[in-house]
């Protein structure tokens, strides 16, 4: 069910369209994040990884085994090998032929357009990432103001640090699987020296979280909603954002008049 809400709270839920339009697209395709665009997500969400070869790649897991017709792991492969691969085929026929793409193809789309929640998937296996984001964003003058809607995110908490001292002015956020239930004011004071983002599994989201979060001065966008109801407990928990695989769902909350 969920309770009636109104226009405004609407309004000022951010919707993030998890990996694209993961429900409806090949997860971290162009075609998923165009698919998240057009739906009018507020944000793209994107797993970035690197190659063998140094370069930056959107893509989930730290093999392309499940979601490309290749085997092994990102950091073995380099990004031409990468490239060859067809990312689309197991979600549909009809996707056959998308690519894994580049972070940096990603940025010069989606820029401007939508905001863009940028992962960095398992960052302690590629030394250096945190840089090699940095440069990305910092070439494209993406680095100066968050004015468009640019945040950096990430399990690993250390790699958010270190990410922040070298982007300064982007917002980060840190990352927190369904075992962080009994978080502490005091850990959360300790995230919010560095993040402006609480995003945690939306299984250990309650009331007094999402207010313990907000005291701390951060913002919340639990994952990953792939249900209407589930969409909608998170909209009555007072949550700043939801990370979801169906954007719709975010818009479908019954409003006021
Ligand atoms: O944006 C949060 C969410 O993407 C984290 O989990 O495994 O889908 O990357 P995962
Ligand atoms: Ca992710």
Redesign the pocket.
């Given at each position: 069910a969920g309770k009636v809400i109104s226009k405004q709270q609407q309004q000022e839920m951010v919707n993030v369209a998890?990996?694209g339009a993961s429900g409806h697209a090949p997860e971290n395709t162009m075609e998923a994040f165009q698919k998240g665009f057009e739906m009018k997500a507020d944000y793209i969400?994107i797993?970035v990884q690197m190659t063998k070869d140094g370069e930056l790649v959107v893509i989930?897991d730290t093999t392309v085994n499940r979601t490309t017709d290749g085997t092994g792991k990102v950091g073995d492969l380099t990004l031409a090998e990468i490239r060859q691969l067809d990312a689309g085929s197991w979600f549909g026929d009809a996707y056959a032929g998308e690519k894994v793409p580049t972070f940096e193809e990603v940025l010069n789309e989606f820029r401007g357009k939508v905001g863009i929640?940028i992962?960095l998937?398992a960052p302690e296996l590629y030394p250096g990432v945190e840089a090699k984001i940095a440069d990305a964003l910092i070439e494209r003058n993406m680095d100066t103001a968050n004015n468009e809607k640019i945040i950096i995110?990430s399990f690993n908490h250390e790699s958010m640090k270190t990410s922040k001292e070298l982007l300064p002015n982007l917002s980060h956020g840190v990352?927190l699987g369904g075992n962080w239930a009994n978080v502490t004011e005091e850990q959360l004071a300790q995230f919010a020296a560095y993040a402006d983002y609480f995003?945690p599994s939306m299984y250990i989201v309650t009331e007094e979280l999402v207010g313990d979060v907000h005291e701390a001065g951060m913002d919340i966008y639990p994952?990953?909603s792939r249900s209407q109801e589930q969409a909608l407990r998170l909209f009555d928990l007072n949550v700043d954002g939801i990370?979801t695989d169906y954007p719709e769902h975010v818009y479908a909350h019954p409003v006021k008049n």
């Open positions: 998890h990996r969400e797993d989930h929640l992962e998937k995110q990352l995003n994952y990953t990370i």
